[in-house]
């Protein structure tokens, strides 16, 4: 699980101790959420890659254990050198099979915990892949910002997952070749540890993991999406507006407490409302 980056968009909240993996989402931190969707997915050793500053808030609340048996590692990335470089501090502890990759600022509303990465994980399996990753539809003026599935011809689109061929790192609007966008969760062969080392630093300097995946299927690795379901839904709390919302919509869900909150909230954009008109009357 990447979670060593400096989290520049969220600054200064994560200017000083605070990671922004480490931000509550409802009553739960981002990290933990993503802690139970794995270990849901019946996942049982995580590796989270941080950097040193974060020893002190990621590496002490975890520990070396967890609930469920699930056991934590911890890989050092000392310079952020990107997503690609991150999953590669790993690779000592990672052991000899495929593994997933979660980013750390990404949490999931799920109907069923852990369903989306089972089913990636699942799809992997049963095609014989190198390379998958879940997908997400997104609105051709907004596609360009993520990274973008090539869909192989007639490869199971519409079904519970597709093969694909390629993926395209922020496209113009107009050359994506989908509208289905890369979203936080991929399952790798071991394969990509040689991509990864092969893969010099892009235009910003950062190893892109995407370019280390799209290394693997041009040389033969099959790829597989697997596209969010019913009531799945990827929050990005990178950001301070899809941060505000990935806490409001968590909270809205508590058991004890998003029933108030929802009636709260409507009566106060209600009366926001009433104060509008009062104002423009
Ligand atoms: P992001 O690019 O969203 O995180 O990476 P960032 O670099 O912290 O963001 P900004 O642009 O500075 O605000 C997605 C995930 O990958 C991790 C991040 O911690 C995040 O959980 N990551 C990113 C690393 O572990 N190392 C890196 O070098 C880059």
């Known amino acids: 699980m990447p979670a060593a980056g400096l989290g520049t968009r969220l600054r200064p909240l994560t200017s000083g101790v605070l990671p ?3 931000l509550p989402v409802g009553r739960r931190l981002a990290l933990e959420r993503i802690v139970d969707e794995l270990a849901a997915s019946g996942i049982r050793r995580i590796v989270f890659v941080i950097s040193p500053a974060k020893e002190d ?8 254990r967890g609930a469920d048996g699930v056991t934590f590692a911890y890989a050092l990335q000392s310079e952020m050198r990107g997503l690609g470089d991150a999953v590669l501090r ?8 495929p593994f997933v990759v979660a980013l750390g600022d990404a949490v999931f509303e799920e109907p069923a915990p852990g369903g989306l990465t089972l089913r990636l994980v699942d799809a992997f399996s049963a095609q014989n892949a190198s390379v998958g990753l879940a997908v997400q539809r997104v609105p051709r003026e907004r596609i360009g910002r993520y990274g973008v599935v090539r869909p192989a011809p007639g490869g199971g689109a519409g079904g519970p997952f597709l093969a694909i061929t390629d993926i395209v790192e922020k496209p113009a609007p107009e050359d994506a070749p989908s509208d289905l966008a890369a979203a936080a969760r991929y399952v790798v062969a071991p ?5 990864l080392r092969r893969t010099r630093p892009g235009k910003d300097g950062e190893i892109q993991l995407t370019d280390a995946l799209r290394t693997m299927l041009s040389e033969g690795g099959r790829g597989v999406a697997v596209p969010l379901g019913p009531g799945e839904v990827r929050h990005d709390i990178g950001g301070l507006d899809s941060y505000f919302r990935a806490f409001a919509a968590f909270a809205l869900r508590d058991e004890e407490h998003g029933a108030g ?8 954009l209600n ?4 104060d509008e008109e009062k104002s423009s009357a």
């Open 57 to 64: 808030t990621i590496r002490r609340h975890f520990g070396e």
């Open 271 to 274: 009366h926001s409302d009433s």
């Open 261 to 268: 909150l929802g009636q709260w909230l409507r009566a106060r």
């Open 20 to 22: 922004k993996e480490m």
């Open 90 to 97: 790993a690779e000592e502890l990672a052991g000899a099979g």
């Open 191 to 195: 394969g990509i540890w040689d991509c």
